[in-house]
């Protein structure tokens, strides 16, 4: 396996885990929100169509909501990546000695020799100058652009996967059962996804999860008694 190859594979790796890492914080908001918004209409009222009208919009709504923001956010971050890349191109067609001697010096600092460094940042150039200066210069590869509509779709999908698990808790169970079980339900999804963040992030699991579920269940307790008030008053 070339160096090259290697670099791929390492960066498709690390795109991957980004990925799932975002689809994981993507099913948490999902469950948060929408099980705040429905214990909360749990409290004000005993209708089951009232709060599943309410967490069917609920999950409309912040599932579009994510979609398009995530749209809106890779966007950008491709337009100026593009324009980094353009730059980069006229650059090298304008001043190529300049770049080379900057793309030595870029991996001379990462711990080449002088002679090393030139002598790879020649061979690089050769291979493909821009490529080259994209992942040394900019950090970026030029054949795997952030896609809008991938990660629209991505964030459209891990939000409504995370809002099903509460809408269905509150609206199946009896009247006197509703509540108990989608707190249940969420507070262990929530510490589910916890774990989960926690491992593909290298960090530590249990302050993690504790932080998962604490913050859930303050959602809750909240919306669950203004919900409580607004539905006595």
């Not at 469950?31 to 209409?41: D, F, H, K, N, R």
């Not at 999860?209 to 669950?224: D, P």
Request: hydrophobic letters at 50%.
């Amino acid at each position: 396996m070339t160096h090259d190859d290697e670099g791929s594979q390492s960066g498709a790796i690390s795109t991957r885990l980004n990925w799932l890492r975002a689809g994981v914080l993507g099913a948490n908001d999902g469950i948060i929100s929408t099980a705040g918004l429905v214990v909360g209409v749990a409290g004000a009222t005993t209708s089951r169509s009232a709060i599943l009208a309410a967490g069917v919009a609920g999950l409309l709504a912040g599932s579009l909501s994510m979609a398009a923001g995530e749209y809106v956010s890779v966007s950008s971050q491709r337009d100026s990546e593009r324009a980094a890349l353009e730059l980069e191109r006229r650059e090298l067609a304008e001043d190529p000695e300049a770049e080379l001697a900057e793309l030595a010096g870029l991996l001379e600092a990462r711990g080449l020799s002088e002679e090393v460094a030139l002598e790879a940042a020649q061979q690089l150039t050769e291979r493909d100058a821009l490529r080259a200066h994209a992942r040394v210069e900019l950090g970026i590869n030029p054949d795997e652009l952030a896609n809008p509509w991938h990660a629209a779709l991505a964030s459209l999908v891990a939000f409504t996967i995370g809002a099903v698990l509460p809408l269905l808790a509150i609206v199946l169970p009896g009247v006197g059962w509703r509540v108990p079980v989608t707190v249940g339900a969420v507070l262990c999804a929530l510490a589910l996804c916890g774990w989960v963040s926690a491992r593909l992030g290298a960090a530590g699991v249990s302050r993690a999860v504790l932080r998962n579920v604490l913050g859930g269940a303050v959602a809750m307790a909240v919306t669950y008694a203004v919900g409580t008030w607004l539905g006595a008053t």
